[in-house]
């Protein structure tokens, strides 16, 4: 998702309290920022997340982090959390692009990783940039905890088969997943829906999904 460029996204994230930003993106101060130890949980690519925030306001003990690569898309989000009659403390944003994980978190601080409806990158050439792929899978086991999980969904196939091969490459344990989420009641269970999938299953698109986590070392 690339919205119009919005003149001035960049000042407004920049002021928002509800972000943050560069100097303050240091890992290992994720305690320090939520002001607890809760557990955290990312999602990587959350548009204008309403997932989020759907998660942050029924799991109060749990900290979520949102990951967005546009400000014009992170603009969104912040719009939608300013309109929130109580404060979500336990919901942050970053602008940035997921390739530098790693300098945000730091190694074993999250919990888990949420991607939802991420980009498809259909070129070959462009693979590695799939965020399921090996490449993004190593520097996900660089700030998982031990038993930590990925959560992907997607109503793309082709996308979805990728991931399934992908996980297995990398030795990680495929723990369960379904092609057809919406008629899976075990993995339906507390599922919130994105933007994208309201989207697409609306539209009759099956919605596939997977976890996985890490294997231990
Ligand atoms: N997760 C949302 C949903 O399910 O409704 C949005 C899905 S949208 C198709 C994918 C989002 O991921 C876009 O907003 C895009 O800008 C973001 N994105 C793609 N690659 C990214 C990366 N490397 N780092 C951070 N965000 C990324």
């Known amino acids: 998702m690339r919205l119009r460029n919005i003149r001035g996204s960049r000042e407004k994230i920049a ?3 509800y972000v943050i930003h560069e100097e303050e993106q240091r890992a290992g101060t994720w305690q320090e ?9 990312i999602e990587i690519g959350m548009g204008k997340g309403k ?11 749990i900290n979520y982090v949102g990951i ?3 400000s014009s898309v992170l603009l969104r989000a912040l719009e939608k959390m300013e ?18 994980i790693g300098k945000v978190f730091d190694k074993e601080e999250v919990d888990r ?11 070959d050439r462009h693979a590695k940039r ?10 996900y086991d660089q700030i998982l905890k031990v038993g930590g999980q990925v959560e992907f969904k997607t109503d793309n196939r082709l996308l979805f088969d990728f991931s399934l091969e992908s996980v297995k490459e990398a030795g990680w344990n495929l723990k369960a997943f379904t092609y057809d989420l919406h008629h899976d009641p075990e993995l339906m269970k507390g599922n919130i829906m994105t933007e994208y999938e309201e989207r697409f299953s ?5 919605i596939h999904k997977l976890i996985a986590d890490r294997e231990k070392n």
Request: proline share 7%; aromatic share 12%; glycine share 4%.
């Open 33 to 41: 920022i939520f002001g607890n130890d809760h557990p955290i949980h």
């Open 83 to 100: 309109q929130e009659e109580t404060p979500l403390s336990n919901l942050y944003f970053i602008r940035m692009d997921a390739e530098q």
């Open 68 to 70: 967005e690569k546009y």
């Open 113 to 123: 990783i949420y991607l939802n409806f991420s980009d498809p990158w259909p070129k």
């Open 15 to 17: 002021g928002s309290q």
């Open 130 to 139: 799939r965020l399921t792929s090996k490449e993004f899978l190593a520097r």
């Open 202 to 206: 609306a539209l009759g698109n099956p």
């Open 51 to 61: 997932f989020l925030m759907e998660m942050a306001k029924e799991h109060s003990a």
